[in-house]
């Protein structure tokens, strides 16, 4: 049980595309998603947390403008990474509660390169 | 702020070794995760460490928290080369709606 699945795993595209990641909780309700960003050889970097049918939280230094997160069914969120440049280029994972307090589900993460 | 720190951060041994992995948090946590990672891929949770003294082992590895040292362990016993990967420890707290603090992570090696 407990199945997170992150879609698609590998995106290469040109610089200025706008890229959508889809996070997917499979057999349970995730009211609460989490997005990372991990760049090589460094520990995992909270972005943003959404809440079903609220506007997505972000940390502070992420650009909300850029990294546009939808959270819009009880089984889906999705980010959009607009105009990407290749410093942009990273591993963008999600992961999935059920509630406020339970433990989170990883996706198997989603690997961006911009040319 | 909530600052969570391994030690080391690089681990090479050999085969048939016993080693330790330290995770220290500044703050009190409700949870204390360790996952391990293999390059290219996700996180694969190991570990849920829920109160002071909580033990739990799974095979070669076994994971221990003192909540009063605000530290947690991972211990490698005989280690194989299969458990080469990254692992890191994370901390949570319920107030903060189970947003999760990672540590730097150890890059284990484990050399035949």
């Known amino acids: 049980g407990a199945v997170v699945s992150q879609h698609p795993s590998r995106v290469i595209c040109k610089s200025g595309t706008s890229v959508k990641i889809e996070c997917r909780s499979l057999?349970?309700?995730?009211?609460?998603m989490f997005w990372y960003r991990q760049f090589p050889k460094q520990s995992l970097m909270l972005m943003a947390t959404?809440?079903?049918?609220?506007?997505?939280?972000?940390e502070q230094g992420v650009e909300k403008d850029k990294f546009l997160i939808n959270h819009a069914s009880l089984t889906l969120s999705t980010l959009t990474v607009t105009s990407a440049h290749p410093e942009d280029s990273s591993f963008y994972i999600c992961?999935?509660?059920?509630?406020?307090?339970?433990?989170?589900?990883f996706g198997d993460g989603t690997r961006l390169s911009i040319l | 702020e909530l600052k969570v720190e391994q030690n080391p951060l690089f681990l090479s041994m050999q085969e048939g070794k016993n080693y330790t992995i330290y995770c220290n948090y500044s703050?009190?946590?409700?949870?204390l995760y360790w996952y391990r990672q293999d390059p290219g891929k996700s996180l694969e949770s190991l570990f849920v460490?829920?109160?002071?003294?909580a033990v739990k082992q799974e095979g070669r590895l076994m994971a221990s928290l003192d909540t009063k040292a605000r530290l947690s362990t991972l211990h490698i016993t005989a280690a194989v080369h299969d458990l080469s990967a990254t692992y890191f420890c994370?901390?949570?707290?319920?107030?903060?709606?189970?947003?999760?603090?990672f540590g730097e992570g150890t890059q284990l090696t484990v050399n035949p």
């Open positions: 703050t009190t946590s409700d949870r």
């Open positions: 959404s809440n079903e049918g609220s506007k997505a939280t972000y």
């Open positions: 994370a901390v949570d707290k319920e107030t903060s709606g189970s947003r999760l603090t």
């Open positions: 057999d349970f309700q995730a009211t609460t």
């Open positions: 460490l829920l109160s002071n003294g």
């Open positions: 992961s999935a509660s059920q509630s406020g307090n339970q433990p989170q589900h």
